[in-house]
């Protein structure tokens, strides 16, 4: 039996409604996949900050660091106007963990849209966001430039991500995960045609890292970012992993999060080595914070999506099918989906589909 030790941070707003589901759900993993689990609650957030002045408490980062094999993260509430002393915690964490790729799958299961199963790797760590900016007065005015960094290492190390998750998946279909795709395909983003230099490494160290040996059944397509977009609205069942610099992801991801509906629905992972972090990509949501009627699903696949990065991609294969079990059926489903049902209704019949 392998014990994992989870942090807990459920932040702000329904990021303490969902967070708990999260926990249920590891607590109801089938005693046959030999896991066992600890969880360590840990605090960060706006509320955090109210009360001990520190939006990610030191204390959260070490234990984090120390004592946890991987964690889930809720929501945060950011102010609307800065507030002397508040930066997004997650932002942070990132940083300090060394959690270099930003990982969201995106899959559609009820019919009203079209079928969409696409995972999106984003860099996390440079690009334009190194915020690298500075404002002068030239000859003509006012001027802002920023600093675009691309590495030859980190995009490297993405693509090679990007890769081993297009084989994990593979593996995940052969073992009889639903799926659109048959076969496996990255496809590399940039804008290489005019940022050849920046661009231009990403695309090339991106094929490199692809040409491995070990990737030899994933097709690698490259794509031009802004006709990627077009493609990807029109024709987003032909995606199925995509790897993309900081900004190009950032974009790229919440656009296909668009596309499937709710996002109630859409999971994120904050990877690094031998560390992730499952977030759902909503935030607080004030509008329904309290009401019990929040949708727990994008927090349960950011459970699975932790546990295919922590080895465990039984586990991960079980919390899955659950959730889309759930979703075909269609009738326990929360308000943003169209449902009628409760947080609470939604978790238990996915508790009982495990
Ligand atoms: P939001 O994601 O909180 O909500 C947008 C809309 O989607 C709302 O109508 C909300 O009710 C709905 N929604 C979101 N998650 C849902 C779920 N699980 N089930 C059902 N409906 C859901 O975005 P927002 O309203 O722009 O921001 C609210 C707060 O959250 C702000 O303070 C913002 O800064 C913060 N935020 C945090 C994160 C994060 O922690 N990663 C991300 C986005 C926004
Ligand atoms: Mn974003």
Do not use: W
């Amino acid at each position: 039996v392998r014990t994992l030790r989870i942090g807990l941070i459920p932040g702000d707003g329904i990021g303490k409604e969902v967070i708990p589901a999260g926990r249920r759900v590891l607590e109801a993993l089938p005693a046959y996949l030999k896991l066992k689990f600890e969880f360590v609650d840990l605090k960060a957030g706006f509320e955090a900050f109210e009360q001990t002045g520190a939006a990610l408490p030191e204390k959260t980062v070490d234990i984090l660091k120390a004592e946890c094999d991987g964690a889930l993260f809720g929501a945060v509430s950011s102010p609307t106007q800065a507030v002397k002393g508040y930066s997004s915690p997650i932002v942070a964490l990132r940083k300090k963990l060394d959690l270099y790729a930003n990982v969201r799958p995106v899959k559609s299961v009820m019919t009203a849209v079209k079928p969409i199963d696409m995972v999106i790797v984003r860099e996390n760590t440079e690009d334009l966001y190194v915020k690298e900016e500075k404002t002068y007065s030239g000859p003509d005015g006012k001027v802002a430039e920023a600093i675009k960094r691309i590495s030859e290492r980190a995009s490297f190390r993405i693509a090679t991500m990007a890769g081993d998750i297009a084989v994990r998946r593979q593996r995940l279909r052969e073992d009889g995960a639903s799926s659109i795709h048959k076969s496996p395909l990255v496809t590399v983003t940039h804008k290489s045609n005019v940022l050849s230099q920046t661009d231009g490494l990403f695309r090339a160290a991106s094929k490199s890292a692809l040409s491995a040996a070990r990737f030899n059944g994933v097709t690698v397509e490259e794509q031009i970012v802004d006709s990627m977009v077009y493609k990807l609205f029109r024709q987003p069942e032909d995606y199925d992993v995509i790897v993309a610099p900081n900004l190009y992801g950032d974009i790229l991801s919440d656009g296909a999060a668009a596309l499937v509906g709710s996002l109630g629905l859409v999971p994120s992972a904050n990877v690094g080595e031998g560390f992730a972090i499952g977030e759902p990509c909503h935030g607080s949501a004030p509008d329904i914070m309290g009401k019990g009627i929040a949708n727990p699903i994008a927090t349960l696949r950011s459970v699975a999506l932790m546990l295919e990065f922590l080895e465990e991609p039984a586990a991960a294969a079980k919390i899955y099918a659950a959730v889309d079990a759930n979703l075909e059926a269609g009738v326990l489903v929360t308000p943003d989906l169209g449902g009628t049902a409760t947080t609470e209704q939604v978790v238990e019949d996915i508790l009982n589909k495990l």
